[in-house]
């Protein structure tokens, strides 16, 4: 991992929006939501609202700190509740095949018919947008592609000799998946979650932006959102937010890219 | 920076043309939005906004009234009311034709009244104090009332009493009579196509009774979805006149310092929209009076209305728009004062329990006027979730009574009696109902008063009474008044004399002409 330049940029950016996430709110206890200069200041003229204030006279910048929180947890939480949807459901089409596999994929399938956004946004406008709603819908629409890769992963791992011999030896279903054939799927699982990380933060990001976002959080896709309409008089309220979404959605897709080449080391050296 | 602009601009277009009146032009085909785009045509079926803006061009009542709410001759050229207050006689205009060449007459008069009492429910509740109606000929009809009802003279306008064909309608399923996709009315313009989801036209009614009017030869209503499409449109001069609340409210200043623009506030005094908030008077610490009044002292107005509504509108002093009937603002003063809202909690004891709040989703304005109106309340110490909704979803929290604090505007329709009382009297309180008494204020003192000042006779005793109940009213805090709405109406300065009446935009462009 740290042989790859790239992979150590992401960690960097990674380590940097997660240490602005926890610790920037510490320095400014300051509500985002506080109204304390006057609307419409542009950037890097006063030095207390470094970049301007919104059409309230919101501080962007605190706006921007405070947004970190909510699109890293949402990115993260939301990948967890994924995985540990998608994981086991993957894992046991793989490893009992026929009828259970049948039911399952089709069952999987299902929901990857629909378009995931689509489905996202119908999902939080039923239950009410809320910082739990978006997680839930965000995990809903991200788990069948784990559910997939992890049962493409266990299909071939379902045939090694050393799970053979496990079976042979008559050790139980529960035990052979959970310790011979899960372990060596995670290389796989952990790429593409550090990118569903990243999906997250965009998809939350566009909820908020279509104003589906937890009215009582401020998130850079509401940030954005909510500057659009104005961004021929203020450009500032959209752009900084924007920026930060691209930089940390960049900063974990080169993690990933990182990951990829670290835990294939065969892949990336043919494949390069 | 933008108030200034915008007032420079009033002072501009709005107050120095009467000054320099020219002699109207006629000819000229004037591209206005209208924003939605309406359910119908049929005025007497349908009554939401964008109908009107659009059929009130087609259609006509038998009065107009002026921006002070004098009412003026429309199909009735007179009208008289009797010593006892309890009978009105108007005289209709001679000479009047449908836009089919039939003549209108007080058989027509008879007829809407029978058509509205089924399909229009303000004009059954405005109608409920009349006893009969009579026409002892043809161009004379005479309501007789039950008792003197002060606000009658009131509720002739276009959208509240629209003439219907009798020759058309009557004997007919008014639901699925054709005429309804084509009206047929008698106003200065008639319908001639409506491209759905792109155009609505109208041409000149050639024999029309006003000699001489209308000026303009066509209207074209363009349908325009999206908000940022139509300021766009109105810079490339696809359209040239954005009816009030047709472009977002922060696009406002940058539109009206285009070249050849004017701006007015103008034309809505009929109407006279007022913002507050429902407070839920029923349970939790809202049910105190002192946190009600708390609320009004801790909501910065003046912030929203300088910056959230661009310096457009005035904050409110009470139940009544500072345009309708009876105003006064010799009521108890709720200036921003948070040290005093603090100390009112603190009085009543409220230890931070969580007050739910409702915005309106009606746009970007009211979304950033929820969130402002939260940081004020959080600012003296109350604990505040929003909760996200739609327009429908919110509706059904408010009708349910299920919320705490909750935006909304209503229309108050020129006298206390028509658009106030149904606010804040007792009887109004009717559960899955929006525009009532939802905030659930019951006192017998204010339900006296609405009830006697709707009868009583002569006008200084009405002033009288409403003058109290305002007074009582803003003591009480049964909802908290935010701001007196105005939708500024944009267009291009060659259009003249579009808003002459206090309905403005909403009752035709018969007076309005093209300078070219």
Same mark, same amino acid.
């Given at each position: 991992?740290?042989?790859?330049?790239?992979?150590?940029?992401?960690?960097?950016?990674?380590?940097?929006?997660?240490?602005?996430?926890?610790?920037?709110?510490?320095?400014? &206890?300051?509500?985002?939501?506080?109204?304390?200069?006057? &609307?419409?200041?542009?950037?890097?003229?006063?030095?207390?609202?470094?970049? *301007?204030?919104?059409?309230?006279?919101?501080?962007?910048?605190?706006?921007?700190?405070?947004?970190?929180?909510?699109?890293?947890?949402? *990115?993260?939480?939301?990948?967890?509740?994924?995985?540990?949807?998608?994981?086991?459901?993957?894992?046991?089409?793989?490893?009992?095949?026929?009828?259970?596999?049948?039911?399952?994929?089709?069952?999987?399938?299902?929901?990857?018919?629909? &378009?995931?956004?689509?489905?996202?946004?119908?999902?939080?406008?039923?239950?009410?947008?809320?910082?739990?709603?978006?997680?839930?819908?965000?995990?809903?629409?991200?788990?069948?592609?784990?559910?997939?890769?992890?049962?493409?992963?266990?299909?071939?791992?379902?045939?090694?000799?050393?799970?053979?011999?496990?079976?042979?030896?008559?050790?139980?279903?529960?035990?052979?998946?959970?310790?011979?054939?899960?372990?060596?799927?995670?290389?796989?699982?952990?790429?593409?979650?550090?990118?569903?990380?990243?999906?997250?933060?965009?998809?939350?990001?566009?909820?908020?932006?279509?104003?589906? *976002?937890?009215?009582?959080?401020?998130?850079?896709?509401?940030?954005?959102?909510?500057?659009?309409?104005?961004?021929?008089?203020?450009?500032?309220?959209?752009?900084? &937010? *924007?920026?930060?979404?691209?930089?940390?959605?960049?900063?974990?897709?080169?993690?990933?890219?990182?990951?990829?080449?670290?835990?294939?080391?065969?892949?990336?050296?043919?494949?390069? | 920076?933008?108030?200034?602009?915008?007032?420079?601009?009033?002072?501009?277009? /709005?107050?120095?043309?009467?000054?320099?009146?020219?002699?109207?032009?006629?000819?000229?085909?004037?591209?206005?939005?209208?924003?939605?785009?309406?359910?119908?045509?049929?005025?007497?079926?349908?009554?939401?906004?964008?109908?009107?803006?659009?059929?009130?061009?087609?259609?006509?009542?038998?009065?107009?009234?002026?921006?002070?709410?004098?009412?003026?001759?429309?199909?009735?050229?007179?009208?008289?009311?009797?010593?006892?207050?309890?009978?009105?006689?108007?005289?209709?205009?001679?000479?009047?034709?449908?836009?089919? @060449?039939?003549?209108?007459?007080?058989?027509?008069?008879?007829?809407?009244?029978?058509?509205?009492?089924?399909?229009?429910?303000?004009?059954?509740?405005?109608?409920?104090?009349?006893?009969?109606?009579?026409?002892?000929?043809?161009?004379?009809?005479?309501?007789?009332? %039950?008792?003197?009802?002060?606000?009658?003279?009131?509720?002739?306008?276009?959208?509240?009493?629209?003439?219907?064909?009798?020759?058309?309608?009557?004997?007919?399923?008014?639901?699925?009579?054709?005429?309804?996709? =084509?009206?047929? /009315?008698?106003?200065?313009?008639?319908?001639?196509?409506?491209?759905? $989801?792109?155009?609505?036209?109208?041409?000149?009614?050639?024999?029309?009774?006003?000699?001489?009017?209308?000026?303009?030869?066509?209207?074209?209503?363009?349908?325009?979805?999206?908000?940022?499409?139509?300021?766009?449109?109105?810079?490339?001069?696809?359209? #040239?006149?954005?009816?009030? @609340?047709?472009?977002?409210?922060?696009?406002?200043?940058?539109?009206?310092?285009?070249?050849?623009?004017?701006?007015?506030?103008?034309?809505?005094?009929?109407?006279?929209?007022? =913002?507050?908030?429902?407070?839920?008077?029923?349970? @939790?610490?809202?049910?105190? %009076?002192?946190?009600?009044?708390?609320?009004?002292? =801790?909501?910065?107005?003046?912030?929203?209305?300088?910056?959230?509504?661009? /310096?457009?509108?005035?904050?409110?002093?009470?139940?009544?728009?500072?345009?309708?009937?009876?105003?006064?603002?010799?009521?108890? %003063?709720?200036?921003?004062?948070?040290?005093?809202?603090?100390?009112?909690?603190?009085?009543?004891?409220?230890?931070?329990?969580?007050?739910?709040?409702?915005?309106? =989703?009606?746009?970007?304005?009211?979304?950033?006027?929820?969130?402002?109106?939260?940081?004020?309340?959080?600012?003296?110490?109350?604990?505040?979730?929003?909760?996200?909704?739609?327009?429908?979803? $919110?509706?059904?929290?408010?009708?349910?009574?299920?919320?705490?604090?909750?935006?909304?505007?209503?229309?108050?329709?020129?006298?206390?009696?028509?658009?106030?009382?149904?606010?804040?009297?007792?009887?109004?309180?009717?559960?899955?109902?929006?525009?009532?008494?939802?905030? @659930?204020?019951?006192?017998?003192?204010?339900?006296?008063?609405?009830?006697? /000042?709707?009868?009583?006779?002569?006008?200084?005793?009405?002033?009288?009474?409403?003058?109290?109940?305002?007074?009582?009213?803003?003591?009480?805090?049964?909802?908290?008044?935010?701001?007196?709405?105005?939708?500024?109406?944009?267009?291009?300065?060659?259009?003249?004399?579009?808003?002459?009446?206090?309905?403005?935009?909403?009752?035709?462009?018969?007076?309005?002409?093209? #300078?070219?």
């Amino acid at each position: 991992m740290l042989r790859s330049p790239s992979g150590v940029i992401g960690l960097i950016i990674l380590l940097l929006a997660i240490s602005v996430a926890v610790f920037g709110p510490m320095l400014f &206890p300051n509500s985002p939501w506080r109204m304390v200069q006057r &609307p419409f200041l542009p950037p890097f003229t006063l030095a207390t609202v470094p970049l *301007g204030t919104d059409a309230l006279g919101r501080d962007v910048f605190a706006g921007m700190i405070f947004g970190a929180r909510v699109s890293l947890l949402v *990115g993260m939480v939301s990948t967890l509740v994924a995985l540990v949807v998608g994981v086991p459901i993957g894992a046991m089409a793989g490893y009992f095949g026929g009828r259970v596999d049948d039911a399952l994929m089709r069952f999987t399938e299902f929901f990857q018919t629909i &378009p995931s956004f689509a489905l996202a946004i119908v999902l939080v406008a039923i239950l009410q947008p809320s910082i739990y709603s978006i997680v839930a819908s965000i995990a809903v629409v991200s788990w069948p592609p784990v559910a997939r890769l992890v049962r493409g992963e266990v299909l071939s791992l379902r045939t090694r000799e050393y799970v053979q011999a496990a079976v042979v030896t008559g050790q139980s279903n529960t035990w052979i998946i959970l310790r011979e054939i899960l372990p060596n799927t995670l290389s796989p699982v952990i790429v593409l979650a550090s990118l569903m990380v990243a999906t997250a933060i965009l998809l939350e990001s566009s909820l908020a932006f279509l104003g589906l *976002g937890d009215p009582n959080l401020i998130s850079w896709g509401y940030m954005v959102g909510a500057g659009r309409t104005v961004i021929r008089q203020a450009w500032w309220i959209t752009v900084f &937010p *924007g920026v930060a979404i691209l930089i940390s959605v960049l900063g974990l897709n080169l993690i990933g890219e990182g990951l990829n080449d670290a835990l294939n080391p065969r892949l990336s050296r043919e494949g390069r | 920076m933008s108030k200034r602009v915008l007032l420079g601009v009033l002072l501009a277009c /709005g107050l120095t043309a009467p000054a320099l009146a020219q002699e109207p032009k006629t000819g000229g085909a004037i591209n206005a939005v209208i924003q939605p785009e309406p359910p119908g045509l049929m005025l007497a079926m349908v009554q939401n906004g964008p109908v009107q803006m659009v059929s009130g061009n087609i259609f006509e009542g038998l009065l107009r009234y002026s921006p002070k709410l004098e009412p003026q001759p429309e199909l009735a050229e007179s009208w008289s009311v009797s010593e006892d207050a309890k009978t009105y006689t108007f005289k209709l205009r001679k000479g009047v034709t449908w836009h089919d @060449g039939k003549p209108f007459t007080a058989a027509d008069v008879l007829f809407s009244l029978d058509m509205l009492k089924q399909t229009h429910a303000r004009a059954r509740n405005n109608l409920a104090q009349v006893e009969k109606v009579e026409a002892p000929d043809d161009y004379t009809v005479v309501f007789t009332l %039950k008792q003197p009802f002060g606000p009658f003279l009131g509720i002739f306008e276009v959208g509240s009493m629209p003439m219907v064909p009798k020759h058309l309608y009557e004997g007919t399923d008014w639901k699925t009579n054709p005429y309804n996709n =084509a009206p047929v /009315g008698t106003g200065p313009f008639m319908f001639k196509e409506w491209q759905k $989801g792109s155009f609505i036209r109208l041409v000149k009614n050639p024999n029309y009774y006003e000699k001489g009017k209308p000026y303009l030869d066509e209207i074209y209503w363009q349908i325009i979805p999206d908000a940022a499409a139509r300021s766009v449109a109105y810079e490339t001069g696809k359209v #040239d006149v954005l009816p009030g @609340g047709s472009v977002e409210n922060f696009d406002v200043p940058r539109l009206s310092k285009l070249k050849d623009t004017c701006v007015t506030g103008a034309g809505w005094e009929f109407f006279s929209p007022l =913002a507050w908030l429902w407070l839920n008077n029923r349970q @939790g610490p809202l049910a105190d %009076k002192r946190v009600r009044q708390a609320i009004m002292f =801790a909501i910065d107005r003046d912030f929203a209305k300088d910056v959230i509504w661009n /310096g457009l509108g005035k904050v409110a002093t009470g139940p009544s728009a500072s345009t309708i009937k009876y105003y006064t603002d010799d009521v108890p %003063k709720y200036p921003y004062d948070p040290a005093k809202a603090k100390a009112l909690l603190k009085e009543a004891g409220y230890k931070g329990e969580k007050i739910r709040l409702l915005p309106l =989703a009606y746009g970007e304005t009211w979304q950033r006027w929820g969130e402002a109106v939260k940081q004020n309340l959080q600012g003296v110490g109350m604990n505040i979730e929003t909760i996200a909704t739609d327009v429908a979803g $919110g509706n059904q929290k408010i009708g349910d009574w299920d919320y705490d604090i909750a935006f909304t505007y209503l229309y108050q329709y020129g006298d206390p009696a028509l658009g106030v009382g149904r606010n804040y009297v007792s009887s109004a309180i009717a559960k899955g109902q929006v525009f009532n008494n939802v905030e @659930g204020y019951s006192n017998p003192e204010i339900d006296k008063l609405f009830a006697d /000042g709707a009868v009583a006779t002569p006008d200084s005793k009405r002033k009288e009474i409403y003058e109290k109940a305002q007074k009582i009213l803003v003591e009480d805090v049964p909802v908290a008044w935010m701001l007196e709405l105005q939708f500024p109406t944009i267009m291009r300065c060659k259009v003249k004399n579009l808003i002459t009446t206090g309905i403005g935009v909403n009752d035709g462009f018969k007076d309005a002409w093209l #300078d070219k």
